[in-house]
C-alpha cells in the first residue's frame, strides 16, 4: 500500500504548474477556497460582467478588452485606444490572437511538441516517436502573460483547465518545458491551473466548482486581458444613463481604497492569507484589500528576490514615506498608457520634475543624462523572471551601492503583516504557509498558533485543514483525523480533507471508509493524477479490477503519459497485476 499518497497541502506536484522562474509556487495556491459557486450557468454568466451581459449571449469563450470594453469606447475613445496598447490589456489573451508557432524537442522525455494555427484554432501537438501510443493534440483557449517575458497557454478537458507544459521564453525567443519539468523523463501530466494564477491575469474571475481547483462548469472568467472594470467596478449604472451614473475613479478615493486597486495584482508579500470566508477573487474596486487578505514581510528576505513587489519597494522609498498619502503608482504611471520606448525617459522626468522642483534637477543636476530613472531606478537583472520586481521601485539615492535587507530567505524569521487588518488567525496562517513551502522549523509554532486559534474561533476551514496536515507531518495521525472529519462538516466536498483523510482511512484498514470518500472526490477532479493513482491501486484492494482499470484509464486521459500508470493498467488488463493482490492479503 505503500503508493498511496497523502495530498501535501495544498498540492504535491506544485512545481509542475509554475510560471516560468516563477520563485515559490506554494504561495499562489495555498489560500485557495474550497467551497464556490456552484451556480447554474446562467447566473454565473449574469454575475460580474455588464458587457457579456449586453451582449445577451451565452459565451463560453471569455472575450478580449477590445470586445469587452467596446462601449466604452463611445465616449472615451483616446483611452480606450491607448489602453489597448498597454501589457494590462494584453496579460491575457485567446491563444488564436497572440499564437507563437514552434517546435520543441524535449531530449529528456523525446517528446515532440508543435505549437500551430489550423483552420481557427490553436493546437499544442505532443508526440513520442519511440512510442506510438503518446500521439495527440490539445486545443488551446488562452494565453498568460504580454509577451515581454514569456507566456504560457492554457487549455480546457472536460470542464478541467490546465494548462501547456511547455512555454514560450521571450529572451531565448523559444519554447521550453516550464521550470520544474525539464528533468522528468516523460510527458508531465497534467497541470491544473489554480484560480489564484487567473485572478490577476483575466478579468471577472469566477469561483470554480465547490471541491474542485480548476473545473468550470461555466465559464472561469468573463474576460480575458485587464478590463476597465477591473479598476473602476460594475460600469453598468454608468453606461445606461450615458456616464451620469459615477463610476469608482481610483483617484477619488481615500488612499486605502485607491491603493487597494493595484495592490490586488501588484503585491505578493512574503506570504498573504485570505480573511476567513473571504476570497480575494471576489473584491471590487473601491473596497479596502485589507478587509480581503492579509499579506506579510518578512525581515530576512529580500523584497526585491520575491513577486510582485513594486508596492513593497515603493512604500520603503524616501519619496513615498516623506510625501505620504499624496503619492500613489498614479504619481508615475498612466494605467491607459504605457510610453513607447523612446519617450519613457522624458515621460518620466517629467514625473519626477513635478515634485522635484528645486531648479536644479532640470538644470545642473547630472545634465548630461537627462534619464532620471537610468540612475535612481535601474532594472535588476531580474528580467527573465516573471513576478520579480524589474525596475527598482526603491528610488534611492546610490542604487548600486547599497543593497541593505539583502538576506536570502533562511530558517526561523518573523512574519509581519504590511496593511492593518490583520489577525492572529492569519498570522498562524501565514507561518504555516512558511512551513508548508519547506521552512520545517517553522512547524512548532505554526502549530501552536493554530491550535490558539481554533481554540478561540470555532468552524475555521483553513485553520482545521492546516491543523490535519500539521498533525499528519508531526505523526499524529488520529487527531489528524479529527481536524479533517472537521472541514468535511463544513464542507463535504473539501479536496484536501478527502483525499487525505482517504489515506489515512486506506492506511489504517477501512477499505470501504476510503472509497466512500476518493470515489466522489475522483469523480470531481479527473485531471488530479495523485488521486486517481489512489483511487485505482484502492480499487484494486477491494478486489474491483473493472473499477481499478476504470480509474486508470481516466488518469490517461489527462496525463497519457505516466509509465508507472501505464504499467499499472496494462498488469490490471493483462491479469498480471491481481485484484486484489495476493501478497497484501491472505
Ligand atoms: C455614453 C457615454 C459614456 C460611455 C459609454 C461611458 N462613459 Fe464614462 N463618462 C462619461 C461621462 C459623460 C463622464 C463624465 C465626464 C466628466 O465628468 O468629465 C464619464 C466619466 C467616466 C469616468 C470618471 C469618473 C469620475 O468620477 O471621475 C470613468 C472612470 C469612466 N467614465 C469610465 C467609463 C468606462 C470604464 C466605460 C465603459 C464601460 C464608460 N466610462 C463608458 C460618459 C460615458
Ligand atoms: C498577485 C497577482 C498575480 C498572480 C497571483 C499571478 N501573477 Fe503573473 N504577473 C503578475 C504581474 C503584476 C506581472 C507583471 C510583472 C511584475 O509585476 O513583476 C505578472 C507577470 C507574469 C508573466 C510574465 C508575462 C510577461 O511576459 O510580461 C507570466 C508568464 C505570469 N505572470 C504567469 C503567471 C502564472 C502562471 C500565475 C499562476 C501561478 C501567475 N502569473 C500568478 C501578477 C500576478
Ligand atoms: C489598471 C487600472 C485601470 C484600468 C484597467 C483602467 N483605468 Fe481608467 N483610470 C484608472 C485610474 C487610476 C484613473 C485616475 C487617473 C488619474 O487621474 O491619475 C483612471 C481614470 C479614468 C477616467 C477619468 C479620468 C480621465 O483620465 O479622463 C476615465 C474616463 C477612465 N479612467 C476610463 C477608462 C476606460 C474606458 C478603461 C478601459 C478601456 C479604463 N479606464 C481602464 C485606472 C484604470
Ligand atoms: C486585475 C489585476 C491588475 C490590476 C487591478 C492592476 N494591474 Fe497592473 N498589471 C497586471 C498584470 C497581470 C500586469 C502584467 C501584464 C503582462 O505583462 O503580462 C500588469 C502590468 C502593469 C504595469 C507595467 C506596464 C508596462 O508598461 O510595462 C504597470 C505600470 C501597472 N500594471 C500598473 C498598475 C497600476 C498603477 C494599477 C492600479 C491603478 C494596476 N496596475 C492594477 C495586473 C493588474
Ligand atoms: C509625489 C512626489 C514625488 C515624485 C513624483 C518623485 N519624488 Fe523623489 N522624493 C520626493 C520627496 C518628498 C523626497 C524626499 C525629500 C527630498 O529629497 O526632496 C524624495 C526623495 C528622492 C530621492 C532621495 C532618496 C534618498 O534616499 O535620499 C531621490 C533619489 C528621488 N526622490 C528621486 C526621484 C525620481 C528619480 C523620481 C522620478 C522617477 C521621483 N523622485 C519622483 C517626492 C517625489
Ligand atoms: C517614482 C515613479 C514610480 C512610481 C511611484 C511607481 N512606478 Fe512603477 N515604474 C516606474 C518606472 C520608471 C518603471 C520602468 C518603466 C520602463 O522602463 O518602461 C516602472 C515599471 C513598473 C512595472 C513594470 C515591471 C517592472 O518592474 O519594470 C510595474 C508592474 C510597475 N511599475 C508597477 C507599479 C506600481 C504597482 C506602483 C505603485 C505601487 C508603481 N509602479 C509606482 C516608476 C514608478
Ligand atoms: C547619472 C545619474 C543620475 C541622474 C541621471 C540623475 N541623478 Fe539624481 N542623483 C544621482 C546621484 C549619484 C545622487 C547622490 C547625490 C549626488 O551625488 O549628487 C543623486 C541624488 C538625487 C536626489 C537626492 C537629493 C540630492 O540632490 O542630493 C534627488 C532628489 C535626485 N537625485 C533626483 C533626480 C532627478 C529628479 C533626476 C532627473 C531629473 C535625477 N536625479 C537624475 C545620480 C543621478
Not at 14 to 42: F, H, I, M, Q
Not at 321 to 344: F, K
Not at 398 to 411: F, M
Amino acid at each position: 500500500m505503500a503508493d498511496i499518497s497523502t495530498r501535501k497541502s495544498p498540492d504535491r506536484s506544485v512545481e509542475a504548474r509554475l510560471p516560468p522562474g516563477k520563485p515559490r509556487s506554494e504561495d499562489w495556491l495555498r489560500t485557495r477556497r474550497e467551497t464556490s459557486s456552484n451556480g447554474p450557468l446562467l447566473a454565473l454568466l449574469f454575475l460580474g460582467s455588464f458587457a457579456a451581459s449586453m451582449i445577451g449571449q451565452t459565451r463560453l469563450t471569455a472575450t478580449p478588452v477590445r470586445e469587452a470594453d467596446a462601449i466604452c469606447a463611445k465616449c472615451h475613445q483616446e483611452i480606450f485606444l491607448t489602453y489597448l496598447g498597454t501589457p494590462m490589456a494584453n496579460a491575457s489573451g485567446l491563444a488564436t490572437e497572440r499564437l507563437v508557432a514552434g517546435n520543441f524537442l524535449h531530449a529528456q522525455s523525446g517528446t515532440e511538441y508543435r505549437v500551430f494555427l489550423e483552420g481557427n484554432a490553436a493546437w499544442l501537438n505532443f508526440r513520442k516517436p519511440s512510442d506510438p501510443d503518446i500521439n495527440g493534440r490539445e486545443r488551446l483557449n488562452y494565453f498568460l502573460g504580454s509577451g515581454h517575458l514569456g507566456l504560457t497557454y492554457l487549455y480546457s478537458k472536460n470542464g478541467y483547465l490546465l494548462e501547456s507544459p511547455i512555454a514560450y521564453y521571450s529572451d531565448a525567443k523559444t519554447y521550453d518545458m516550464k521550470p520544474g519539468l525539464g528533468k522528468i523523463e516523460h510527458m508531465p501530466g497534467a497541470l491544473p491551473i489554480n484560480s489564484t494564477c487567473l485572478r490577476c491575469h483575466m478579468s471577472a474571475v469566477q469561483h470554480p466548482d465547490s471541491g474542485t481547483e480548476n473545473r468550470y462548469q461555466g465559464p472561469a472568467f468573463l474576460h480575458v486581458g485587464i478590463t476597465c472594470e477591473s479598476c473602476h467596478g460594475d460600469t453598468h449604472e454608468h453606461v445606461l444613463t450615458n456616464g451620469i451614473k459615477a463610476v469608482v475613479n481610483p483617484v477619488k478615493l481615500d488612499s486605502e481604497r485607491r491603493d487597494s486597486i493595484c495592490i490586488v495584482c501588484h503585491l505578493e508579500g512574503a506570504t498573504s492569507v485570505e480573511h476567513r470566508d473571504r476570497s480575494v477573487i471576489d473584491f471590487k474596486p473601491g473596497e479596502d484589500i485589507s478587509d480581503y487578505i492579509s499579506y506579510f514581510a518578512n525581515a530576512s528576505e529580500k523584497a526585491t528576490q520575491r513577486g510582485v513587489s513594486e508596492i513593497e519597494q515603493f512604500t520603503s522609498s524616501k519619496c513615498k514615506q516623506v510625501t505620504g498619502e499624496r503619492m500613489s503608482c498614479m504619481s508615475c504611471h498612466d494605467p491607459h498608457r504605457s510610453p513607447a520606448l523612446d519617450e519613457r525617459a522624458a515621460f518620466y522626468r517629467g514625473k519626477c520634475l513635478a515634485c522635484h522642483t528645486q531648479p536644479k534637477y532640470a538644470t545642473t543636476h547630472y545634465s548630461s543624462n537627462p534619464d532620471c530613472i537610468s540612475c535612481h531606478m535601474p532594472k535588476t537583472g531580474a528580467k527573465n523572471i516573471p513576478h520579480v520586481a524589474w525596475t527598482d521601485h526603491r528610488i534611492r539615492q546610490h542604487p548600486d551601492r547599497d543593497d541593505s535587507g539583502a538576506t536570502v530567505l533562511s530558517t526561523g524569521m518573523d512574519m509581519t503583516p504590511m496593511l492593518p487588518g490583520s489577525s492572529a488567525r492569519d498570522l498562524a496562517l501565514a507561518y504555516y504557509n512558511l512551513a508548508v513551502n519547506g521552512v520545517t522549523s517553522e512547524r512548532p509554532r505554526a502549530t501552536a498558533l493554530l491550535a490558539a486559534t481554533a481554540q478561540s474561533s470555532t468552524g475555521d476551514e483553513e485553520v482545521l485543514r492546516a491543523l490535519g496536515i500539521l498533525s499528519e507531518w508531526n505523526g499524529d495521525s488520529a487527531r489528524s483525523e479529527q481536524f479533517y472529519r472537521a472541514v468535511l462538516a463544513l464542507d463535504p466536498n473539501s479536496l484536501t480533507a478527502t483525499t487525505n483523510l482517504g489515506t489515512l482511512l486506506a492506511k489504517s484498514g477501512d477499505l470501504q471508509g476510503a472509497a466512500a470518500l476518493w470515489r466522489p472526490a475522483f469523480a470531481r477532479n479527473e485531471d488530479i493524477l495523485g488521486l486517481g493513482q489512489n483511487l485505482a491501486t484502492l480499487e484494486c484492494l477491494l478486489g474491483d479490477k473493472g473499477r481499478s482499470s476504470e480509474a486508470l484509464r481516466r488518469v490517461l486521459i489527462y496525463s497519457p503519459d505516466m509509465p508507472e500508470i501505464r504499467n499499472k493498467l496494462r498488469g490490471v488488463e493483462t491479469g498480471s497485476q491481481e485484484c486484489p493482490p495476493t501478497v497484501s492479503h491472505h
